[in-house]
């Protein structure tokens, strides 16, 4: 059984539907790629997995059906999303932007867990430490996408969205982000789903790779059958 199996999945935006009739499997442990130009439906489908938008279809998580669920259930499962953007709350400290992303393990019980993965965070990225009392708005790009992707885990998933990490991003910069999600798959024994523009960047760290075109799927396979970069960016990225 994979841990994510989508079947069928549509998802619209009030009458106009942009997905089209989807389907994806995500292995446990395993890092998926999901390519494509501006516009081919990569945020739709991260948030038609969170239930964020008006889906038809199936949609399995651990052998879950999320049909009827609501978003904030969906993250409880254990489905963390880092959107585009990132969603950071730029007036808070860092450290109250983790605690937030832990909000959901409130028992007493949690508490220490939350402290031990808090510590684990800011092993893996010590300059959260080190800013952990400035306001987030201090960050710069690629600091700001650590605190997101550190909020996320926070909560725990077992299912990692991470949406268009590298946007805004300096080359070197998205290229370090991108080896230290390869490295949390590791140590928080993730599952991770990652829509990127970026091929190159992705293909590096994926073990599979989904290209989507105008909301439907035209190549799912092992990332290293997509080695030809700039045939994908041609046929997809820039061809729209
Ligand atoms: P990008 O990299 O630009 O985010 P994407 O592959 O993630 O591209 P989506 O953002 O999922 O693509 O967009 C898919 C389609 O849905 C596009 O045609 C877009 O214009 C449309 N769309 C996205 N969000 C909305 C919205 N909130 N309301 C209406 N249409 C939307």
């Known amino acids: ?37 501006n516009g081919a439906g990569k945020s739709t489908l991260l948030r038609a997995i969170c239930r964020a938008v008006d889906t038809s279809g199936s949609c399995r998580f651990a052998g879950m059906d999320l049909d009827g669920r609501s978003t904030a259930t969906v993250a409880r499962l254990g489905i963390g999303h880092v959107p585009e953007g990132r969603g950071t ?5 860092v450290e109250e932007n983790l605690r937030i992303g832990a909000i959901s393990r409130t028992s007493f019980r949690s508490r220490s867990a939350v402290q031990t993965d808090l510590d684990l965070i800011y092993e893996t990225f010590p300059v959260l430490r080190e800013f952990r009392r400035r306001p987030a708005a201090a960050l710069s790009g690629g600091q700001a996408q650590m605190l997101a992707v550190a909020r996320a885990l926070l909560a725990r998933p077992r299912l990692l969205l991470v949406d268009e990490p590298s946007l805004g991003l300096a080359p070197l910069t998205a290229r370090d982000l991108f080896e230290r999600l390869s490295g949390l798959r590791d140590a928080w024994e993730l599952t991770i789903l990652l829509a990127e523009q970026n091929a190159k960047l992705s293909l590096a760290i994926a073990d599979r790779a989904v290209l989507l075109s105008r909301g439907r799927v035209v190549h799912d396979g092992p990332s290293g059958d997509l080695a030809t970069v700039d045939a994908i960016h041609a046929d997809y990225l820039g061809g729209g």
């Open 1 to 37: 059984m994979s841990l994510l199996e989508i079947e069928g999945l549509r998802a619209r935006y009030g009458r106009v539907e942009v997905l089209h009739a989807v389907d994806l499997r995500v292995e446990e442990g395993s890092i998926v790629a999901l390519l494509g130009a």
């Open 89 to 93: 709350f730029t007036d808070f400290s």
